[in-house]
């Protein structure tokens, strides 16, 4: 009988509460990796971590970068869209997500971007 391989598709490891911050205060000592290997121990075989800002992919990125069944997705969560805006220069923003997109698929870590990402730079 083969075992069941669980794969947990959309962990938020970029919370704060990670990094043991809760409403700005520092309320424990970074335990993510205390998380993961209780994942790990419950037979959880891939985590792919969710990116829901261009920071947060970056942070998603680099999380998975840490560990070989660790995966992310870039991109930004529809609630956050105005941050193209905000950042002052909404195509340069967009640019360094599609970047940050191909980087991680070139190192096999990116799996999937929240939007169909196309080079307009051409």
Request: contains cysteine.
């Amino acid at each position: 009988m083969t075992s069941l391989k669980m794969i947990d598709i959309a962990v938020n490891c970029t919370d704060g509460m990670f990094k043991g911050l809760y409403h700005g205060k520092n309320c424990h000592v970074p335990d993510i990796a205390t998380v993961l290997n209780r994942a790990w121990s419950a037979g959880v075989d891939r985590i792919i971590v969710t990116g829901g800002s261009l920071e947060e992919s970056r942070e998603a990125l680099a999380i998975a970068e840490t560990d070989g069944r660790l995966f992310c997705t870039v991109g930004v969560h529809p609630t956050r869209c105005n941050e193209f805006e905000e950042s002052g220069d909404p195509e340069k923003h967009y640019q360094a997500l599609f970047s940050l997109a191909k980087e991680g698929m070139q190192k096999g870590k990116v799996l999937a971007n929240s939007y169909n990402l196309v080079d307009t730079s051409n």
